[in-house]
């Protein structure tokens, strides 16, 4: 079975700085994992995926995610956020061994203050 | 469709009344999740249909949930005798293969008052 721990429920910053949100996950197998953002009064929208290959993915609107398997964690990160990331985000974990459940976390709510 | 779709947006229902919630998904997509996320809470699995197999129904919450898949397309999710409890946001997803994560729909809305 897996679980996904996100380590913050709420995170407030000021425009332009730089956030971090937290993302562990527990897995006895290989996952495939995501990031999801819920936009307020929106759907979940996938922002970006690791599958393989390079640890360190990147969505288009800037922010990245860098898997570490040792640490099994997943941390979404971007340098310098803007009013418009406000939203909810979500990280998920799927096993890549077959089967399409994905688990997701509890979620991270990022607060923009100008 | 070119998104994944769902109705109604809002509900609002009488304690005890039964709801049929429907989702079309992206054409194509063999598989389709229905999840249920609550005020402040994360998401909630449900059900997993897959193609032509057995529904993954290891997620509904008592025998007063079901749903079906008609035709490998659009799905309906039912909720017999609803409670208070049941209030909250149920999202519908579909997606083709493993890796290439979800396309979620706007949700439904369900109140029971």
């Known amino acids: 079975a897996q679980s996904v721990t996100q380590l913050d429920s709420q995170v407030p910053v000021f425009e332009e700085a730089p956030v971090e949100l937290r993302c562990n996950y527990s897995s006895s197998v290989s996952v495939y994992l995501f990031w999801y953002v819920q936009y307020p009064n929106q759907g979940l929208q996938l922002l970006l995926k690791y599958l393989s290959g390079s640890t360190l993915v990147k969505s288009i609107n800037g922010f990245e995610a860098e898997f570490n398997k040792s640490q099994t964690s997943f941390h979404l990160r971007k340098p310098s956020v803007h009013i418009s990331d406000t939203a909810e985000y979500f990280c998920a974990v799927i096993p890549n061994t077959g089967g399409f459940k994905t688990i997701f976390g509890a979620g991270t709510r990022l607060f923009v203050k100008a | 469709g070119a998104g994944v779709s769902q109705s109604p947006s809002n509900k609002v229902t009488e304690k005890g009344k039964d709801v049929e919630l429907r989702c079309d998904p992206i054409?194509?997509?063999?598989?389709l999740y229905w999840y249920r996320q609550s005020l402040g809470q994360g998401l909630e699995f449900l059900i997993y249909f897959q193609g032509n197999s057995a529904p993954d129904k290891s997620g509904l919450p008592s025998d007063r949930f079901s749903a079906e898949r008609t035709g490998g397309s659009v799905s309906t999710l039912t909720i017999q005798r609803t409670q208070q409890e049941d209030s909250a946001v149920y999202l519908c997803?579909?997606?083709?293969?493993?890796?290439?994560?979800?396309?979620f729909g706007s949700g439904t809305r369900l109140t029971v008052v």
């Open positions: 054409s194509g997509h063999t598989a």
């Open positions: 997803a579909s997606s083709l293969v493993q890796g290439d994560g979800y396309t």
